[in-house]
C-alpha cells in the first residue's frame, strides 16, 4: 500500500492561528524612539482606562471595550504614559493558501468588541504568564475560542453604514433634547468615536454637534408654526436650558429671531397635491407644490412653480427645494425624506389615516397664520352639506349602506373615510354606513380593501359608487359579470339598489377641501338624478 509522504508539501484550505506573544497592555510602550517589534498579526483588548493611541498617523482615542485588530503591517504607537489597561496578543497565521486570509480582517482595524471577548483575554494572559502543565493545551483552547468569538461579532460589525447611521439618526430624533454624546452615539454604532464622526460628516454633512443644533432649531420652529409655548418653556422642550440660548442658536440657523419668524408671513413647499389643494383653498400660492391633475385642469401652473407627481421621490428635489429657500415644507410622513430636508427647512409631517380633511386642513391654516379663512371656508361647506341633506331627505330618506369602489385591471379598491374617495363625504357629512361585512373584513382599521371583481357580488350595498367612467367600467368584461347580478337584485327596491358611475376619477382621488367640495356636488346630484 502506497504510503503519502509526511515531508511533501500539500496544499490545504485550512489556517492555524498561534500565539506568539501576549502581554498586559499596560507594560507595552511602543513610540518613535522604540518601534514595534515584527510580528505576523496582533490584536489588542482594551479592558479599561482611557487613551490616545497613533494607528497609522492618525491619533485614536481608545476605551474599554474597544479593540484594534490587524493581520498586516500597521503604524501603531502607544505612548509610554499611556493609561489603558487590556492584553496585547501577537500570532503567527500557517495557511497553505496562496493568499492567506484571516476571518478577522475587515476595513477598519477599531472597533468595539462584546465584553466576553475581554474576560477571554484576561483568561488568555493568565494562562499565557502561568502555563499549567496538566493542561497543556488550555492555552491554545482559550485562543482559539477567542478568536472564534471575535470573528462571529465581526460578522455583526460588518452592519452596513448606512444602518447603523440610520439606527443613530433614530435615537438623535427621539432623545434629541436629552444630553446626547458623540461618545455615546458612537457606542451605540459600535465603532469608534473618530470613525463615528467621520462617517456622520460624510453621510449628514455636518458633525455630530451641528446635527443636534439643527434638529433641536427645527423643532422649534415646528412648535412656533403650530402654536408654540413661551420661549422660555420651548427652549427646555428642544433641550437647552434656558431662553436666551434658545434664541441665540435660532438665529444662527435661521437668521431671524424665534419672535421674529413666528410673525412673518411664510413661504410654503407643499409635497402632497391634498396640501397644495388645502394652501389654495386658504388662498396661499405655494412657491413650490405638487399638484393633481384635475387641480391643474381648473387652473394651469407654471412649470416653474409645480414639483413632479412622485414628490418626494424625484431627482433633483433637495436641490430644488434648496434654491426655493422655504420658510416650511407640508407634507405627509417622511421618514426618510425628512432627515435630507432638514438642512432646508422645517417639515411638517402630517399623519394621513390619523387625521381626516378637516383636521389637515385646519392644521396647514395654523402652520400659515390663516385660522380664521379656514373656518369661514368650513362654515360654508357644512352649510352645502346640510343644505345637501334636506335634499337626500326629501329624495331618498333613509341612507343605507354605500361602497365606493376604484378599478384595477383585476380587481377593484374600496375604501374607509380615512383613505377618501368620497367616503368622507358619503361616511361622515351625508350619513351612510359602509356595509357590515366590509367592516368585518378590516376596511375601518386597514383604510381600504382589494376586491376581486368575482367578489364583489359578496358586499351588497344599497348604493354602490364607482369613480371610473361608465366607459371604463363596461370594457372590463369580467367586472360586468359580476356587477349585473348586483344590480339585478335590487330591481324592485322602493329606493337604493343602484350603481352611479361618476366619470371622475381624477377629482374622487383628492383628500382636500378642493376635491371634497366638489365630490359633494357630484355625489348628491348622482344620488338626486
Known amino acids: ?24 497592555l499596560d507594560q507595552a510602550s511602543f513610540n518613535r524612539e522604540n518601534p514595534i517589534p515584527p510580528f505576523t498579526s496582533f490584536l489588542v483588548v482594551v479592558t479599561g482606562g482611557s487613551g490616545v493611541i497613533g494607528l497609522n498617523g492618525e491619533r485614536i482615542r481608545l476605551s474599554g471595550g474597544h479593540m484594534v485588530c490587524s493581520d498586516s503591517p500597521v503604524d501603531i504607537r502607544l505612548p509610554r504614559s499611556h493609561k489603558l489597561q487590556g492584553v496585547w496578543i501577537e500570532y503567527a497565521v500557517i495557511s497553505g493558501n496562496r493568499r492567506p486570509f484571516s476571518p478577522l480582517n475587515h476595513d477598519l482595524p477599531v472597533r468595539s468588541c462584546p465584553p466576553h471577548v475581554s474576560t477571554l483575554a484576561v483568561q488568555l494572559l493568565s494562562s499565557w504568564n502561568q502555563p499549567e502543565q496538566r493542561t497543556p493545551f488550555a492555552l491554545q483552547a482559550l485562543f482559539t475560542e477567542l478568536l472564534t468569538e471575535l470573528h462571529n461579532s465581526a460578522a455583526e460589525y460588518k452592519e452596513p453604514q448606512a444602518q447603523w447611521i440610520d439606527r443613530v439618526l433614530l435615537h438623535i430624533e427621539s432623545n434629541y433634547n436629552e444630553d446626547l454624546t458623540r461618545e455615546q452615539a458612537a457606542g451605540l454604532a459600535g465603532v469608534t468615536p473618530e470613525h463615528f464622526s467621520r462617517a456622520f460628516r460624510k453621510f449628514t454633512g455636518q458633525t455630530f454637534n451641528e446635527y443636534i443644533t439643527l434638529l433641536r432649531i427645527r423643532k422649534a420652529q415646528q412648535r412656533i408654526l403650530t402654536g408654540a409655548p413661551n420661549l422660555s418653556t ?73 414639483l413632479p407627481d412622485e414628490g418626494t421621490r424625484s431627482a433633483g428635489l433637495y436641490e430644488r427645494l ?62 352645502h352639506c346640510h343644505q345637501a ?91 360586468q359579470s359580476f356587477l349585473h347580478p348586483v344590480q339585478q337584485h335590487y ?34 346630484q348622482a344620488l338626486t338624478s
Open 389 to 479: 341633506n334636506q335634499l337626500l331627505d326629501r329624495r331618498i330618506g333613509d341612507r343605507g349602506t354605500a361602497i365606493v369602489l376604484e378599478l384595477g385591471a383585476e380587481t377593484a379598491y374600496c375604501f374607509s373615510s380615512s383613505y377618501g374617495r368620497g367616503t368622507q363625504i358619503l361616511y361622515h357629512d351625508l350619513g351612510f354606513r359602509p356595509p357590515l361585512s366590509l367592516v368585518a373584513e378590516g376596511l375601518l382599521d386597514q383604510g381600504y380593501l382589494e376586491i376581486a371583481f368575482h367578489n364583489i357580488a359578496r358586499y351588497p350595498a344599497d348604493h354602490i359608487f364607482i369613480t371610473s367612467s361608465r366607459e371604463a367600467a363596461e370594457a372590463l368584461d369580467p367586472l
Open 234 to 306: 420651548l427652549a427646555l422642550e428642544v433641550g437647552y436650558s434656558e431662553g436666551t440660548y434658545l434664541s441665540r442658536k435660532f438665529k444662527q440657523v435661521v437668521g431671524i429671531s424665534p419672535s421674529a419668524y413666528h410673525r412673518k408671513s411664510k413661504s410654503v413647499v407643499s409635497l402632497n397635491f391634498n396640501h397644495t389643494a388645502s394652501l389654495h383653498a386658504l388662498e396661499v400660492v405655494p412657491r413650490l407644490g405638487v399638484y393633481s391633475s384635475w387641480m391643474e385642469s381648473m387652473q394651469p401652473v407654471p412649470s416653474r412653480k409645480k
Open 491 to 524: 330591481i324592485g327596491e322602493s329606493s337604493g339598489g343602484r350603481i352611479y358611475y361618476l366619470n371622475q376619477p381624477g377629482m374622487f382621488y383628492g383628500f382636500d377641501p378642493l376635491s371634497s367640495e366638489a365630490q359633494l356636488k357630484v355625489l348628491v
Open 1 to 24: 500500500m502506497q504510503t503519502r509522504n509526511a515531508g511533501s508539501s500539500l496544499p490545504t484550505p485550512h489556517s492555524f492561528y498561534i500565539p506568539v506573544h501576549v502581554t498586559a
Open 322 to 383: 434648496s434654491s426655493a429657500r422655504p420658510d416650511v415644507i407640508i407634507s405627509y410622513s417622511l421618514p426618510d425624506k425628512s432627515k435630507q430636508l432638514l438642512s432646508v427647512a422645517p417639515v411638517i409631517e402630517i399623519p394621513f389615516m390619523q387625521m381626516d380633511w378637516r383636521e389637515q386642513f385646519r392644521l396647514i391654516a395654523e402652520v400659515t397664520g390663516r385660522q380664521p379663512q379656514a373656518e369661514a371656508w368650513l362654515s360654508l361647506y357644512d352649510w
